[in-house]
Nanobody
């Protein structure tokens, strides 16, 4: 069993930055592929970013490429999502998913077995 918890969301102005954190407990996150997704009420879940179990490979959704960076600190069982140049359309609830051991990156929600409760990001002037 893996417990996943996101933090770092908040209200920021367009152009600002935020860093989200995803902490996993119950099992070392070092062996797991991890992903970030976001959802706006009434819309489908959108892939944001993913990082493989080793941290050597990453993947990003088209809408965030060049602005967001996913990274991991395995010693802290934590994955980060650095979000720069935020736009109003980035407003959503951001969820972190934990996949399976030695997993590569993935854009498919079904590849992730454990999810956090989400953290709200609001970008507004």
């Amino acid at each position: 069993q893996v417990l996943v918890s996101e933090s770092g969301g908040g209200l920021v102005q367009p152009g600002a930055s935020l860093r989200l954190s995803c902490e996993a407990s119950g099992q070392s996150v070092a062996a797991l592929g991890m992903g970030w997704f976001r959802q706006i009420p009434g819309k489908e879940q959108e892939f944001v970013a993913s990082i493989d179990w080793s941290g050597s490979d990453t993947d990003y959704g088209n809408s965030v490429k060049g602005r967001f960076t996913v990274s991991r600190a395995n010693a802290l069982n934590t994955v980060y999502l650095q979000m720069n140049s935020l736009k109003s359309e980035d407003t959503a609830v951001y969820f972190c998913g934990a996949g399976y051991p030695r997993m590569s990156y993935s854009q498919i929600p079904d590849d992730y077995d454990y999810w956090g409760q989400g953290t709200q990001v609001t970008v507004s002037s």
